[in-house]
Every structure is written in C-alpha cells, then in structure tokens.
C-alpha cells in the first residue's frame, strides 16, 4: 500500500535555529496537508496546498512558517526560527480523489 | 465552522470486552466523518470513514462506526477488544466547502486490562 514518507523521524534544533521538514506524498494525491500535535495534545492543522500553493492556512501558521513543493514530488515545512513551543510532533498528509486522506507517520521535532 | 467533540479522554476496557467509543460534530452539511488510531510514537491510521449511504460503516481491524444524523454522532464500536487494540483514537470530520482540511476531535486514549 502507498505511503506517505516523512523525514527525519526525528529532529533536535535550538532556539532561533531554522528547520525543515521534509515530506514524499503518494504520487496521485493532489491536496497536500501539514498538522501538528503537541504532546497529549489534538492534531491541529496548519495548512493544505494545492496546485503549488496555499489553499488554507490556520492561525497557528504564521510568517515563521512556510511549504514548498519545490520538485514536483518532495513537501516540505520550513520554520525559520524555532521557538520552543514549536515542538510537536508534525504530520504531513495527502488527500486523493475520493477523499482518502493518508498521513504519514510523523517528524518529531524538539526544540531545545 | 465544523467541530468534533470525543466526551471521554480516557477509557478503560477488559481484554474480549466490547468496546464504543462516542464521537459528535458540528457540521453545517452532510459530513464527512472518519476514525483514525495513533499507537505510541506512531502517525495517523484510517480506521474507517463515512461519505454517505449505509449508515453502519465497517472498518479494519473489526471496528466499525454508526453515523446518526439525529444525534449528531459517529460512534466506533468493536464487538471484542484485543489488547493490540491500546492505542489514543481520533474522530475527524472534514471537508467543507471551500476547504480541504480534517478537524480532530481530541482523542480517547484506551487502555486494555487483562
């Protein structure tokens, strides 16, 4: 069965520093997702991307964050300067035609 | 906006009891509604998901969910819990017009005794 494939599995960064997250969807997805969960917390969205751009963001995804999709098939999360209330587990998802929504199996990342 | 609600934050079950755990949303049209599990350190797994038709769904792992419109629900159930089955579960509902998102419910995390 397709997967989503998220790299690394795990990240350590401190304070201030910029981080990247990286993300392979599934080929045929077209809407691209990137959520959050904080420790014991709910998985929160922070925003979808189609057809190379942003369709939605939430409140949480503010100008310290950014996506790009920049080779046609990798995803990435881009935090420029991590604070550590940045650290949380990061899911990145895909949506196919029919509504299937697939997630990956996570970053988690520690902001020291 | 489209809300889901999980009233228990943590349930404990015996080893082949059954098993419902309860799920309502907020949602201003027919919803989409969805059963994810997430074992320790592990992603999101689509336990099952209701679009429309037959409102008794069935899913892997023997869950399945009841969708009623009338209670605002989609509660999971499964007949005989397995002490595999100890993870925290998550109900989505999702999308809705004009966006593409998945909104959590907070999670019940159920734990098996033996």
């Known amino acids: ?28 997805h077209l809407y691209f997702y990137w959520y959050r969960q904080i420790l014991g917390q709910k998985v929160e969205f922070l925003v979808s991307f189609y057809n190379n751009e942003i369709s939605e963001k939430s409140e949480i995804f503010d100008d310290q964050f ?3 999709r920049p080779d046609g098939s990798n995803f ?20 196919d035609n029919n509504y299937g929504y697939t997630f990956g199996s996570g970053t988690r990342l520690t902001v020291v | 906006a489209q809300s889901v609600t999980q009233p228990d934050i943590h349930i404990t079950v015996s080893e082949g009891a059954s098993l ?9 049209a027919t919803p989409y509604l969805f059963w994810y599990v997430q074992s320790p350190g592990q992603g999101l797994q689509l336990l099952l998901k209701y679009f429309s038709g037959d409102t008794l769904v069935q899913g892997i792992k023997g869950f399945e969910a009841e969708f009623k419109r009338s209670q ?17 579960y998550f109900c989505a509902v999702g999308p809705y017009f ?4 998945l909104t959590f419910g907070t999670g019940t995390r159920l734990t098996i005794i033996p």
């Open chain 2, 20 to 28: 419902e755990l309860r799920c309502n949303y907020s949602y201003g």
């Open chain 2, 98 to 101: 004009g966006n593409e998102k």
């Open chain 1, 76 to 95: 990435t999360l881009k935090i420029r300067s991590t604070k550590l209330e940045d650290s949380a587990m990061y899911f990145c998802a895909g949506r």
């Open chain 1, 66 to 68: 950014s996506v790009e």
């Open chain 2, 72 to 88: 605002s629900s989609f509660n999971l159930r499964k007949p005989s819990v397995h002490w595999s089955d100890a993870a925290e």
């Open chain 1, 1 to 28: 069965e397709p997967e989503v494939t998220q790299t690394p599995s795990h990240q350590v960064t401190q304070m201030g520093q910029e981080v990247i997250l990286r993300c392979v969807p599934i080929s045929n």
